[in-house]
């Protein structure tokens, strides 16, 4: 079974940073994308970045300039996010999400999530 384990979510005042980190562990063949998703209340999961296995990123609009994705180049199973000058807005339940191929078969995966608030 592939787990998807996610740290560093927390309280920060606006303006601050905070760096989320996801690793993945389970019988992992390949790695097409890793990135993360965020849920604020009663809102829809959205988008904020993804990195492929060839580097390619993907960074929403509402979040670039700000945020960057990155993960170990090697073998993508650990993906990282850094969160600068971050705003109330940024506020949600933050995923690691994960494309992968394990046991034979491609699959999505989900961590379960880590609690982001930015508040003064």
């Known amino acids: 079974q592939v787990q998807l384990v996610e740290s560093g979510g927390g309280l920060v005042q606006p303006g601050g940073s905070l760096r989320l980190s996801c690793a993945a562990s389970?019988?992992?063949?390949?790695?097409?994308?890793m990135g993360w998703y965020r849920q604020a209340p009663g809102k829809q999961r959205e988008l904020v970045a993804l990195?492929?296995?060839?580097?390619?990123?993907?960074i929403a609009d509402s979040v670039k300039g700000r945020f960057t994705i990155s993960g170990d180049t090697v073998f993508l199973n650990t993906v990282y996010l850094q969160m600068n000058n971050l705003k109330p807005e940024d506020t949600a339940v933050y995923y690691c999400n994960a494309n992968m191929m394990a046991y034979g078969k491609t699959s999505e995966y989900w961590g379960q999530g880590t609690q982001v608030t930015v508040s003064s």
């Open positions: 990195i492929s296995s060839g580097g390619g990123t993907n």
């Open positions: 389970g019988n992992i063949d390949r790695t097409y994308f």
